[in-house]
């Protein structure tokens, strides 16, 4: 009913920047809120930013000054622009949308995962 997907992982050295991007596509009459999440090997998924459809963000205390989020509602889409990136950013990052409304219900929604590595 609804996909979700990612794009723009990759490798980047320290102090460069990436740019994210998720879609989401299907049966969609409304979404409130799109975030993103990272999980790193050994350790616990966190939430890295979010922002709901009326502009309210919320970011992880270690991301804030470095990543931005943004949201094109239109297009059910949001960026996550990555720069001064650090090591520990490495995970992957997924992409989140809760409480999906479809004309078949409600639903959170996944994306598979794009890998981020931060490595010289």
């Known amino acids: 009913q609804v996909r979700i997907v990612e794009s723009g992982g990759g490798l980047v050295q320290p102090g460069g920047s990436l740019r994210l991007s998720c879609v989401a596509s299907g049966s969609i009459l409304r979404i409130d809120v799109m975030g993103w999440y990272r999980q790193a090997p050994g350790k616990q998924r966190e939430l890295v930013a979010d922002?709901?459809?009326?502009?309210?963000?919320s970011y992880a205390d270690s991301v804030k000054g470095r990543f931005t989020i943004s949201r094109d509602n239109a297009k059910n889409t949001v960026y996550l622009q990555m720069s001064s990136l650090k090591p520990e950013d490495t995970a992957v990052y997924s992409c989140y949308a809760p409480r999906v409304i479809t004309a078949f219900g409600t639903s959170d929604y996944w994306g598979q995962g794009t890998q981020v590595t931060v490595s010289s």
């Open positions: 922002i709901t459809s009326g502009g309210r963000i």
